[in-house]
């Protein structure tokens, strides 16, 4: 599986940037050991930046009919209940890779924003919230704006990676 092996993931970023001149963005799964060495195989490969992090594996059981209630068994789980761990993804990653990071997972208020930012993303992406209201990546951009403009911060670059 490419993206739970650095090699392959390298052979794969290696491959789309030898194929096209525009940004490659890595979108690496959470299911690994190490998300840093993953990471830092598609930065090394060539990836102008990584997004972290995809949905991590779960699953539901109807236990009444005793089977999985997904044909597959198992599925991604996204949304509010991964936020702390794609955060330490974020963390982690931006430690030790010198590469920008799109934030991602369970991301739907100002507050998930910065912290993702200050975490170490540059940027973030919005999934499961825009299906509960799908105007809300522009009620957050405005509410960036606002918030960086209170805490008188001229550019985001101010506060990404800020914790470290």
Not at 94 to 102: K, L, N, T
Not at 114 to 124: I, K, N, P, R, Y
Not at 128 to 140: H, K, Q
Request: proline share 5%; net charge negative.
């Amino acid at each position: 599986d490419f993206g739970t092996n650095p090699e392959m993931a390298a052979d794969v970023v290696s491959s789309v940037r030898g194929a096209c001149d525009f940004p490659v963005i890595a979108k690496l799964t959470p299911n690994v050991t190490s998300i840093v060495t993953i990471a830092q195989a598609a930065a090394d490969a060539g990836a102008d930046a990584v997004s972290l992090v995809n949905t991590f594996l779960g699953m539901a059981i109807d236990w009444r009919r005793r089977r999985p209630i997904l044909g597959n068994k198992l599925g991604g789980l996204s949304g509010p209940a991964i936020k702390p761990l794609a955060l330490r993804c974020v963390y982690q990653v931006a430690q030790s890779v010198d590469v920008p990071i799109i934030g991602v997972g369970g991301i739907g208020t100002i507050d998930d924003v910065m912290e993702f930012l200050v975490a170490g993303a540059s940027a973030v992406q919005i999934g499961t919230a825009n299906f509960y209201n799908p105007s809300v990546s522009e009620r957050l951009v405005d509410e960036l704006s606002g918030t960086l403009s209170e805490m008188k911060v001229h550019s985001v670059d101010e506060i990404v990676n800020a914790i470290h």
